[in-house]
Nanobody, 124 residues
């Protein structure tokens, strides 16, 4: 059984930064995909960034390119999301997710394991 636990959310003013962490425990696939998703009230959950361990490729939603950075520390089994130049529209609950290497990084239904979420609030 895989467990994912996020942390690092909070409240910041526009232009500020936060770093989210997601610690994974349990057995994951030999190679896999891990992604960050977010969901704002009244909106669908959307992919923010993803990373594939097999080939190290990273992917970002257009809305966060150049501002967010995803990284994975295998030694610590921890996924990170560095968020800079935050905007009020980044306000949402952020979730990390893990799936097999064939998972499409931004497709919710492709992911088996989910964390409980961490809230990010950006004020104007």
């Amino acid at each position: 059984q895989v467990q994912l636990v996020e942390s690092g959310g909070g409240s910041v003013q526009a232009g500020g930064s936060l770093r989210l962490s997601c610690v994974a425990s349990g057995y994951l696939y030999p190679s896999y995909c891990m992604s960050w998703f977010r969901q704002a009230p009244g909106k669908e959950r959307e992919g923010v960034a993803g990373v594939y361990t097999g080939h190290g490729s990273t992917y970002y939603a257009d809305s966060v390119k150049g501002r967010f950075s995803i990284s994975l520390d295998n030694a610590k089994n921890t996924l990170y999301l560095q968020m800079d130049s935050l905007k009020p529209e980044d306000t949402a609950m952020y979730y990390c997710a893990a799936g097999g290497s064939g998972s499409r990084w931004a497709v919710v239904s492709d992911f088996t394991y989910w964390g409980q979420g961490t809230q990010v609030t950006v004020s104007p």
